[in-house]
């Protein structure tokens, strides 16, 4: 029997519960064949992940395609997770130029994930280690308000 997705009814893609990233449930099988070809940069500039441990080699290749990229750490209740995206994000900010902005958890607030308290809490722990780059800019600045 293969492996069972499930995608939540937020849109979340998860196996055998826990959140599992559409490209590794579905493009990562795939791209060895000879029929594929993966066009990076053909039609934008710019690409924006949700989070930073779930395929840690984007920055990479963001960079060797010359796209920057905003970098998403995924953090909800689960410190472990939380913590795990964190370090996942400091080491590629470490060792990849293509990052220019940092958004952390902000889609957490909206799903009820964390309260505004707290996530405003995780995003000053990224912007003390982070203070290079625009970490959260607009939504720091509203959920302050």
Same mark, same amino acid.
């Given at each position: 029997m293969g492996q069972v997705y499930?995608?939540?009814a937020d849109g979340r893609t998860h196996l055998m519960g826990e959140r599992f990233s559409a490209a590794r449930a579905y493009l990562h099988p795939v791209l060895k064949r000879p029929n594929l070809t993966c066009l990076v940069s053909a039609r934008t500039s710019r690409i924006r992940t949700y989070s930073s441990s779930e395929l840690p080699s984007i920055p990479a290749q963001a960079e060797r395609h010359g796209l920057n990229l905003?970098?998403?750490v995924w953090v909800d209740g689960r410190e472990e997770n939380s913590e795990r995206e964190i370090a996942a994000l400091e080491a590629a900010v470490r060792t990849n %130029? %293509?990052?220019e902005r940092v958004i952390v958890g902000n889609e957490?607030?909206?799903?009820a994930g964390l309260t505004p308290a707290d996530l405003i809490l995780k995003?000053?722990?990224v912007k003390r280690q982070r203070n290079d780059a625009m970490v959260n800019k607009n939504w720091m600045e509203?959920?302050?308000q």
């Open positions: 499930r995608t939540l905003t970098a998403g %130029s %293509s990052i957490q607030v909206l799903h995003i000053r722990e509203q959920l302050i």
